[in-house]
C-alpha cells in the first residue's frame, strides 16, 4: 500500500478570498487557531497562501525609516507593510500538490518549502483539501500487523514470487527485521529496499543471508550465453 494524498488529507478546509482584508485575515486566523490560509480568486482556484508572517511586518516594521528596511533585507516586507487585502499580502504561486500524489511526495515539498501544510487542488486548481505535516506522519501510525501482512504477502508472495517460509519478518515499532536466505543477492537486496518504502516502515534491519552472487560470467564485456 502506497498512502496517497487523498487517503491523508482534510476536505474541510478554510480559505480566504483574494480580496479579503488585512482584519479579516488576522481574525480568521486566531479565531480558527491556524497559521495560514489558501487564497482563493472568484472561481475557487488556489492563487496564493497567506500566514502569519505575511502579516507580521506590518506590526513589526511600520514606522521604520526606508534606509533601515533595505540595510536589513526587508525589501519584500516594506511592500507588505502597507498592503491591506489578502492579494497584496500573499505568498505567491501556491506551493499545491494533487490528491493523486504519494505522501512522501508531499512530505518533501513541506521540507523543501519550509511550509506546514499544502493546498490540495484538482485538475482545474480549485481546492479540494488541504493536507499537513501531521497528515503526513500519519502513515506511521499504521499498526506493525498491517506492515506484516504486506511485507510477507504483498511483497515477499506477492510481488517477488518467494516462498513466505523461507525468511523470518517481524515487526515492532514499525521497525521491520528481515531474516532468512533469498535465492539471489540481487533478490535480497531488491526485497530489503522495497520494504523500506512501505507505508509506516520506519527502519529496516537487513539480517538476510546472502548467497554468492550469481553474476554470469562476463568475457571481453560481453555476458556468456547471449550468443
Known amino acids: 500500500m502506497n498512502a496517497t494524498v487523498k487517503d491523508v488529507m482534510s476536505t474541510h478546509v478554510i480559505a480566504i478570498r483574494e480580496n479579503a ?7 480568521r486566523l486566531r479565531e480558527h487557531a491556524v497559521s495560514a490560509f ?22 513589526a516594521l511600520e514606522g521604520d525609516v526606508p534606509s533601515v528596511l533595505h540595510s536589513l533585507g526587508h525589501r519584500r516586507e516594506e511592500s507588505k507593510i502597507t498592503a491591506t487585502t489578502a492579494a497584496d499580502l500573499m505568498t505567491k504561486p501556491a506551493v499545491t500538490i494533487g490528491p493523486d500524489e504519494p505522501v512522501s511526495h508531499a512530505a518533501r515539498l513541506m521540507y523543501s518549502h519550509r511550509v506546514k501544510r499544502l493546498p490540495v487542488t484538482g485538475k482545474d486548481g480549485q481546492l479540494i483539501g488541504i ?23 504483498d511483497l515477499i508472495l506477492g510481488t517477488f514470487l518467494c516462498d513466505p517460509a523461507s525468511f523470518k519478518v517481524t515487526v515492532k515499532d514499525g521497525i521491520v ?3 532468512g536466505t533469498p535465492e539471489t543477492a540481487w533478490v535480497g537486496r531488491d526485497i530489503v529496499d522495497a520494504v523500506r518504502h512501505v507505508d509506516g516502515v520506519v527502519s529496516v534491519h537487513d539480517r538476510l543471508s546472502y548467497p ?6 562476463y568475457s571481453s564485456g560481453v555476458p556468456s550465453g547471449l550468443f
Open 38 to 59: 489558501p487564497v482563493i480568486d472568484k472561481e475557487g482556484r488556489v492563487i496564493g497562501v497567506v500566514s502569519e508572517a505575511d502579516l507580521l511586518p506590518k506590526e
Open 131 to 153: 493536507v499537513t505535516r501531521s497528515d503526513a506522519l500519519s502513515v506511521y501510525s499504521r499498526p506493525d500487523t498491517d506492515i506484516h501482512h504486506e511485507v510477507t504477502k
Open 212 to 217: 554468492p552472487s550469481n553474476t554470469p560470467y
Open 21 to 27: 482584508s488585512f482584519k479579516e485575515i488576522a481574525t
Open 177 to 179: 527485521t528481515i531474516e
